[in-house]
Structures are given as structure tokens and as C-alpha cells.
């Protein structure tokens, strides 16, 4: 009786079931001005795709229109009733919300259903924690996640106690959780110290780069940034359709012709992104601070293209970016035609759409533009050009007395 009656514990619920067990989810969106019913529709899509890439197949997905979130449940009784009903019904193992919760609405809502609550934050922490590979990344990732439970920590008390697993349960671990709000805060500030002395051996690094003209691919997550990186310097960096497959800082040196520079690719960005992540990230986008010339990445073929770019300048603003020279490179334009073109369209009525969208965006956004495809190899070489032309005149800029070397 004790193992039915605490089925919906994973730890417990996985003892119950043979073979692996890819968790259910239910995704919970909620409709309050300002936004509309058709924008929370784009933020579910993001969520389902987060949730696939933290392992999870989602069964169903709720929206809920309300002028301000119940402060017990978030979504209110009703919804919380209907809900209830198809997880009990459909096997359903967490609940994934796209906004935050607090640590009370979280509690409550886990007793009612009696099943695992994740919010959009927590859910981006889990799969950073399941991909942090360096030492930096880990620590960056461990302090944010401390960050994000030290409000929750009184309601989420009770269900952070028992011994739980899967997606949003990769932690810093039951000891830091089972203590006071008081080690919590030591234990942040022992992290931000390990950062720290962290971020003096990369500084040091890039000291130790000498003083060539340094290019940063930004961008959206899952834009592209790794595969061009791969085709610009012809190395091999890990490349996933997953959001987040990139999230430690790669660095290269590449050679155009006799002319060397370093090719850095980030962690991509992505709508409501948790503060916590970019507070810790801070140190992993200085790449991005002491970059000469940004490549920032767009993927031309999804339907909310100009969304993701407004994202990415919005947190270019909070890390404090100056404005630095900018090539937007309109990538994936080989999917863009598939999805948007057919076979009568004449060939000069596609050139002039794909001129309007570039004219459009470099009137807009004031950087220079060009189309390409990481994955087929279109314009790269026209790219090379480009960027061969702006990384000359930054070394012309910057060492305008010395005699080319390269």
C-alpha cells in the first residue's frame, strides 16, 4: 500500500514500471495581458521543444485566460479541477508551466495533482544542468539554480525532501536543500568566489590569445551558430537539434588566406530567459563583451525569426554590450524556400522576397545582412568575403601604423 499510495514520487513510480520511462508531460500556459491567445500558442511551442530536449513527450496542452495568476494555484480552482482529471486519466507524470511559480503555488498544485511541477525557469536549469561539461559551466549552473530555490525555499520544503529524480530535479544536490536559508546564502557565496577565481584562468586565456581581431557567432538557441561554426573554421563542434546543445564557450583560430582571427561560438539566448542564468552566464558571454565583430545568427526559416531577434538585443542590452559592428547572418534560407515558396513561384520573384527581407532587417536593425546555408554551403564564400573585409579594417583600426603581417 505504501508504494501505490507514493506512485506519483518518480523515484517510487519508476520501481513500479519495467524497462526506461520517458516522462509524460502536460503543458500549462496562461493568456494575460499583454499578451494574446496566438503568442502564448508561440511560447507553448518553445516549451514543448524545451521539454522534448529534457527528455519528456508531451500528451496535452492547457491554456487559461486570466486578467492576473491566482496567487494559490496560479491558474485557478477550476482549471486546476479539469486538469487534475486528465492527469489522473492519462498517466501524466509532471506538470510543465510556462511561467514561474512560487514556491506556494508549486507546493500546492504538486499535492492536488500529485505529480512533479516545473516552470519554464526550472525547466531550462534542468537541461543546462544535464549539459554543463566544464568545471565553469557546472559552478555557473549550480549557483543559478541555488539562486532560483532561495525565495522557494519555505514552500517548496515538503516535496524538495523526498528523494526525487528526472527533469527539474537535476540539482545541486538533497544536502544543500535540507539546510537553512542561511548555509543556502554561504553556499551561493562560496560559488560566486569558485567563479570568480574561474573566471581569472579565463581571462588569463585570453590574455594569452595575443591580440588578434576576436568574431562572436550569437544568436537564438538551436539558430545554427555550431554548424556555421564547423563550416568557417572546418573543426568539429558538438552539433544537436536540442536547444542548448552549445552552452560552454568554443573558441578558435582560424586563418582567412595569411589573415588570423578568433571564431567564438556562445550559449544561444532564448525569450524569458531567466535572470539567475544570465547573472551566472555573465563571465561565459565576455567572449561576447571583448568580441571586435558579431555574427549574429538568425534562423530565416522559423515563423518567429523577428521575436528571437528582438531577444537576443534584449539581452545584449543586460549584459551591457556596447554596440559593436554587426553582420546579421539569415541562415537555414535552403528551409526558408521549402516552407515558404512553391514550384510556380518564378526564380526572380524569389530573389526580390529574399532582397525585401534583408533590406527590411538592415533598415531596421542598421547592421549589414546576408542570407546563407550553414547545412548546403550557399554564400558562405560570400561570407568569408564579408567578414574578410571587416576583420582587415578592424586590424587596420586598430594598428593603423603597422605593416600588414598576414
Do not use: C
Not at 549550480?142 to 537535476?170: T, V
Not at 554548424?227 to 560552454?248: G, P, R, W
Not at 561576447?288 to 530565416?300: P, W
Amino acid at each position: 500500500m505504501a508504494l501505490a499510495k507514493n506512485k506519483w514520487n518518480l523515484g517510487e513510480k519508476k520501481k513500479l514500471q519495467e524497462g526506461p520511462h520517458k516522462e509524460r508531460a502536460v503543458l500549462i500556459g496562461v493568456v494575460q495581458p499583454p499578451h494574446t491567445e496566438e503568442k502564448v500558442l508561440e511560447y507553448l511551442d518553445e516549451l514543448e521543444f524545451l521539454a522534448q530536449t529534457a527528455g519528456a513527450d508531451t500528451a496535452k496542452r492547457f491554456i487559461q485566460k486570466m486578467a492576473k495568476p491566482d496567487s494559490k494555484t496560479f491558474i485557478g480552482s477550476g482549471k486546476v479541477q479539469e486538469i487534475g482529471k486528465y492527469i489522473e486519466e492519462h498517466d501524466i507524470d509532471l506538470a510543465i508551466f510556462d511561467d514561474d511559480l512560487t514556491g506556494k503555488q508549486t507546493n500546492i498544485l504538486e499535492e492536488e495533482w500529485k505529480v512533479k511541477i516545473v516552470d519554464r525557469t526550472s525547466l531550462i536549469l534542468d537541461i543546462f544542468a544535464a549539459r554543463a561539461q566544464t568545471a565553469q559551466a557546472r559552478t555557473q549552473v549550480e549557483l543559478a539554480q541555488l539562486q532560483y530555490l532561495l525565495p522557494r525555499l519555505r514552500g517548496l520544503w515538503s516535496h524538495l525532501e523526498r528523494q526525487r529524480g528526472g527533469i527539474g530535479m537535476r540539482g545541486p544536490g538533497e544536502q544543500e536543500i535540507e539546510t537553512d536559508r542561511r548555509i543556502v546564502r554561504d553556499k551561493i557565496s562560496l560559488l560566486k568566489k569558485k567563479l570568480e577565481k574561474i573566471d581569472q584562468q579565463s581571462i588569463t586565456q585570453r590574455k594569452g590569445r595575443g591580440e588578434l581581431i576576436r568574431v562572436s557567432l550569437i544568436g537564438y538557441t538551436n539558430v545554427g551558430k555550431s554548424t556555421l561554426m564547423n563550416v568557417l573554421s572546418k573543426s568539429e563542434v558538438f552539433v544537436e537539434n536540442k536547444l542548448f546543445a552549445t552552452l560552454d564557450t568554443t573558441v578558435r583560430k582560424i586563418v582567412f588566406g595569411t589573415m588570423p582571427f578568433l571564431l567564438s561560438d556562445t550559449v544561444g539566448f532564448i525569450r524569458k530567459l531567466p535572470h539567475h542564468l544570465v547573472e551566472s552566464f555573465k563571465s561565459t558571454l565576455d567572449e561576447v563583451h571583448e568580441a571586435d565583430i558579431l555574427l549574429h545568427v538568425v534562423d530565416i526559416s522559423h515563423p518567429q525569426y523577428e521575436d528571437h531577434i528582438t531577444a537576443v538585443n534584449q539581452t545584449l542590452l543586460e549584459i551591457k554590450v556596447e554596440q559593436k559592428q554587426t553582420i546579421m547572418v539569415l541562415n537555414k534560407i535552403d528551409q526558408y524556400r521549402k516552407l515558404n515558396y512553391d514550384d510556380f513561384l518564378e526564380a526572380d520573384i524569389k530573389v526580390q522576397i529574399e532582397e525585401e527581407i534583408q533590406d527590411r532587417l538592415r533598415n531596421e536593425f542598421g547592421v549589414e545582412t546576408i542570407m546563407i546555408s550553414a547545412a548546403t554551403g550557399e554564400n558562405i564564400d560570400k561570407l568569408r568575403e564579408m567578414l574578410t573585409t571587416s576583420i582587415n579594417d578592424a586590424y587596420a583600426v586598430r594598428y593603423p601604423y603597422r605593416p600588414k603581417e598576414w
